[in-house]
């Protein structure tokens, strides 16, 4: 389990969130609740987002407990991160889903690296080296973007390799909480160097990583999910402050309600009272889950 421990600066974007409007870009459709089967389907995704929370001799040997045990086909290619600087990270190949796996642990909140790297909060443009051809307009959360660039280059190889090795079509990337920024960020980044194969990104608890530019690119270019957990107050975060941060939520949210439904919410920061961006109420014990039965990083204590 997680101890949890909140920066200041995340407090202080919790009440500024409270004090601003609602933005003029929101997409008003209705939600719909996802059925059982279509709940379950995420399963697998979840339990790979998981696994990014164990060590990586675990995950490398793909030992990590239940969240292994309920892939146990998954074919590891490389592994790498420290827990601290740079979040573990694992690449591999599933049978089952016929797809390459790609995944990024999250905010550990009893290490403090994590927890600065989430409060670099300022803008700024993407590295055009590794983003080449997008637009100096769109700009992301610096420490996401800082994080990200320490194992882009090392998981772009990792995920050539796999695809060649299992003659795969399909990517998929998937990532909770700070690991979900960096799977949105893998999920633009990536297509930009490998073609020939579908790409597709799953997060959860993912918070806000870029300016309406960003999130409109994404929503245009990317196959994205991002699944939050009740009250949860991080994908809320950082806020939108007039001509300071426009940092603005990409579409593609489900919803787990409390009543444990799944709500899918169209358009970006739906207002619906069933999604997320017009929920006032704030429970960070929500951040790591349930999703479906499972606390991301709950397995890996039993093994590490």
């Not at 609602?22 to 459709?29: L, M, Q």
């Not at 443009?125 to 420490?143: C, E, R, T, Y």
Request: charged share 15%.
């Amino acid at each position: 389990m997680h101890t949890v421990l909140f920066s200041s600066s995340f407090v202080l974007a919790i009440l500024t969130t409270q004090a601003v409007g609602a933005s003029k870009h929101i997409k008003r459709h209705s939600p719909t609740a996802l059925t059982p089967s279509e709940i379950n389907a995420y399963a697998p995704l979840t339990r790979f987002a998981s696994a990014a929370y164990c060590q990586t001799d675990t995950t490398q040997s793909w030992t990590c407990g239940d969240d292994c045990a309920a892939n146990a086909d998954f074919k590891p290619v490389a592994v790498g991160g420290n827990g601290l600087s740079v979040q573990f990270w694992y690449v591999g190949f599933s049978p089952s889903l016929n797809s390459v796996i790609v995944a990024h642990q999250g905010t550990d909140n009893t290490k403090l690296e994590p927890l600065l790297t989430d409060a670099m909060i300022l803008l700024r443009s993407l590295d055009p080296g590794l983003f080449p051809g997008l637009s100096s307009n769109i700009l992301v959360h610096a420490g996401f973007a800082g994080t990200h660039a320490q194992t882009a280059t090392a998981i772009l190889s990792a995920v050539r390799q796999t695809i060649t090795k299992y003659q795969a079509k399909q990517v998929t990337i998937v990532g909770h909480s700070l690991g979900g920024a960096l799977a949105l960020l893998d999920g633009v980044y990536l297509p930009l160097h490998i073609k020939g194969v579908s790409f597709r990104t799953v997060t959860y608890a993912m918070s806000k990583v870029g300016n309406q530019a960003f999130a409109d690119y994404v929503d245009a270019n990317v196959s994205l999910t991002h699944i939050n957990n009740k009250d949860d107050p991080i994908p809320r975060l950082p806020p939108a402050i007039p001509l300071l941060l426009d940092y603005h939520q990409t579409s593609g949210e489900i919803h787990i309600v409390e009543n444990g439904n799944w709500i899918s919410c169209p358009g970006q920061e739906n207002p619906s009272p069933k999604c997320t961006s017009s929920n006032t109420r704030t429970d960070i014990k929500d951040h790591y889950g349930p999703y479906n039965g499972v606390i991301m990083g709950g397995a890996c204590a039993k093994v590490s």
